[in-house]
């Protein structure tokens, strides 16, 4: 994907990530784009409260499991980032931290 920055005509748009803002590029996922962030843990599993991101990045497991717009237990990795995208990390129970 080219950005304005390399000569494309792609431009960037704001998510927000548990209350702060965070640069979003269009057709990339929500891990994608916390991943660009440097934010690679955005669960906790309900066993023991242990950090979670992308393990299998197309959609079989749970690892990714985050909130997007008060809608618990979005997969990250198949949910594309859309300007103005809530987002917020979740327990393994599907609520919100």
Do not use: K, Y
Not at 45 to 63: A, E, M, Q
Not at 74 to 93: F, K, M, S
């Amino acid at each position: 994907m080219r950005t304005p920055e390399d000569g494309g005509t792609e431009r960037a748009f704001e998510v927000t990530f548990d209350g702060r803002p965070v640069e979003a590029l269009p057709g990339r996922t929500v891990a994608a784009v916390l991943w660009a962030a440097g934010v690679t843990s955005w669960r906790t599993t309900r066993d023991g409260g242990r950090p979670r991101g992308v393990f299998c990045g197309i959609g079989v497991c749970f690892d990714c499991l985050v909130t997007v717009n008060d809608r618990p237990n979005q997969r990250a990795c198949l949910v594309p980032a859309r300007p103005g995208d809530v987002i917020r990390t979740q327990e393994g129970t599907g609520h919100e931290n």
